[in-house]
């Protein structure tokens, strides 16, 4: 009873199987012949991260403000600032990123204020060599060349609230302003004398 039981599941596992190649025989393959054919990657998917430049001066968006580097779970980032004697502006002397480590969380992305740095959807970069993995800022700016970008649109700042008053603290008194001399009322019943 046992055996006739397993021959019958093997058969019955054997036709659903077949059912699916036949349902799937006519219809155009989906698989793509990788090294000749790629699929197209998602804007937002997370490959290689990148730095990004201005399309029309071609200078760095990276002021150095370590923002990115402090975000970094795994401290894949590191910055040296260096500042430029003619305008006093910060720029990343040395800008690398150690894709050994790094976890493609895109937190450096969320944290850059000035839309310098973006996870692309790169990526073929294996290499036989981990030192090789360590991209330097020249490299990753050569990377973000052709990346479309667009600048985040931030929020006009609120204006600021009012300091509250501490409720320890005694109430000023409201001065009273002098109040406006009235006219004496006349009551309902009294005559007015003539002039």
Sequence with gaps: MRVA???WSGVYNL???LVT????LGHKAITLQYP???MPMFERSRGVVVLLSDPETGKLNCTACLLCARACPVSAI???QGTDPDTGKRYPEKFEIDNTICAFCGLCEEACNFDAI????KYEFSVYDQKLLQ???DFLQELGR???YEKRKRPAPKAKAAPKADPTSPKPEKPTSPKPEESPKESPGEDKPEA
């Design 36 to 38: 000749d054919e790629r």
């Design 15 to 17: 036709i659903l199987g």
């Design 146 to 148: 052709g990346v479309p």
């Design 135 to 137: 991209y330097d800022r």
């Design 5 to 7: 039981r397993q021959v």
């Design 118 to 121: 973006k996870l692309t959807g």
């Design 78 to 80: 590191s910055i040296v």
């Design 21 to 24: 190649v036949f349902k799937h």
